[in-house]
């Protein structure tokens, strides 16, 4: 088979030899010295391509192969297209990349934004949101309101170890007091803030009345009064009176069996000789250990309207009266007597 291939090749190679040395004296015509240079296709250097193309298996590996294959050539013009398109994705890339980052950063900042809104609102006071004010209900701008401390070792009133109730607290420093820009009622103001029991008794309408409270707070041991009154600028005048005894039993028989009854005071006081129970009075305001009795000047009433009421908390009675021209209000009647309460409690 050797000896048989060999004799060919060379029949070829002397074949070409021939053809190319006789087209040589023909050097005049110029399409015919033109021919070397576009050589027709050759079979062999094709399937080369061809399975190189398959394996790569890919078309640009393909055309690397021929390109390989072919021999370099000043007169092919170079693949200037192809770097094109890498280029412009790039670009494109980088421009949706911007375009994401932006509309990223957008949402992060309206998002914090939103966020400080939010958590403005909830921080700000209800008065202070536009549309959100509530209307002013008519209360007091009282101080803050602050339990004197105990004495060393001493329980509260409603302790369990404390069996008699008894506030050890300075009573004086358990009086409510005045609201802004209230004016201060001197003639409570008593001798060391020590208030006459002659005073207290004053304020009853009936003359009888004032001898029967005033034998009662004789048998039932009354150890001392304190008081404070103040006047508003909507004319409405307040006065506080805090009465102690020696135990929590005896003040509550007092005041539950002998002075304030669940309709209506048993003593009249001044300008209020006709009153009922306060159904208005919420129950929302009552104070743990404390029992509260309210009253309202029935109508008709004269010139201006009482409210009244009794607390007992512990070993202390209070009674809280306003009154004013015309009317009395409620909001501020309910207000003095809770935070007297809690004062208390």
């Given at each position: 088979m050797t000896e048989q291939t060999t004799p060919?090749?060379?029949?070829?190679?002397?074949?070409?030899?021939t053809q190319v040395k006789q087209g040589a004296p023909a050097g005049r015509d110029e399409p015919r010295a033109a021919e070397p240079q576009a050589p027709e296709p050759q079979p062999e250097q094709s399937a080369v391509v061809a399975e190189a193309g398959t394996d790569i298996g890919t078309e640009a590996g393909t055309?690397?192969?021929?390109?390989?294959?072919?021999?370099?050539?000043?007169?092919?013009?170079?693949?200037?297209?192809?770097?094109?398109?890498?280029?412009?994705?790039?670009?494109?890339?980088?421009?949706v990349l911007r375009a994401v980052l932006r509309w990223t950063a957008a949402t992060v900042v309206f998002a914090a934004v939103g966020s400080s809104v939010a958590y403005g609102i909830t921080t700000m006071e209800r008065t202070d949101v536009p549309g959100l004010e509530t209307k002013a209900d008519?209360?007091?701008?009282?101080?803050?309101?602050?339990?004197?401390?105990?004495?060393?070792?001493?329980?509260?009133?409603?302790a369990k170890s404390n069996k008699g109730?008894?506030?050890?607290?300075?009573?004086?420093?358990?009086l409510l007091p005045a609201p802004k820009g209230a004016e201060a009622d001197p003639a409570l103001r008593g001798e060391d803030g020590w208030l006459a029991t002659k005073s207290f008794l004053a304020q009853y309408a009936?003359?009888?009345?004032?001898?029967?409270?005033?034998?009662?707070?004789?048998?039932?041991?009354?150890?001392?009064?304190?008081?404070?009154?103040?006047?508003?600028?909507?004319?409405?005048?307040?006065?506080?009176?805090?009465?102690?005894?020696?135990?929590?039993?005896?003040?509550e028989d007092l005041v539950t069996n002998k002075v304030a009854y669940y309709d209506s005071p048993?003593?009249?006081?001044?300008?209020?000789?006709?009153?009922e129970r306060d159904e208005a009075f919420p129950e929302g305001a009552a104070v743990d250990q404390i029992t509260r009795n309210a009253?309202?000047?029935?109508?008709?009433?004269?010139?201006?309207q009482v409210r009244e009421a009794y607390l007992s908390a512990g070993d202390v009675i209070a009674l809280v009266v306003q009154s004013r021209k015309g009317a009395a209000r409620e909001i501020p009647f309910q207000q003095t007597v809770a935070l007297q309460s809690q004062l208390l409690g």
């Open positions: 060919a090749e060379d029949t070829t190679q002397a074949e070409d030899t055309e690397t192969g021929a390109e390989a294959a072919m021999p370099p050539s000043p007169v092919v013009p170079p693949m200037a297209d192809e770097p094109e398109v890498p280029l412009a994705k790039v670009k494109k890339d980088r421009r008519g209360r007091w701008d009282y101080p803050a309101i602050v339990r004197p401390p105990l004495p060393s070792g001493s329980p509260g009133p409603f109730g008894v506030h050890s607290a300075d009573l004086r420093k358990l009936k003359k009888t009345d004032r001898d029967t409270v005033g034998q009662l707070l004789t048998d039932y041991a009354l150890r001392h009064i304190t008081a404070r009154g103040w006047t508003t600028a909507d004319g409405t005048h307040t006065r506080i009176y805090l009465l102690q005894f020696d135990t929590a039993a005896v003040a048993q003593y009249a006081l001044r300008g209020a000789e006709l009153t009253y309202t000047e029935s109508k008709p009433y004269g010139a201006e």
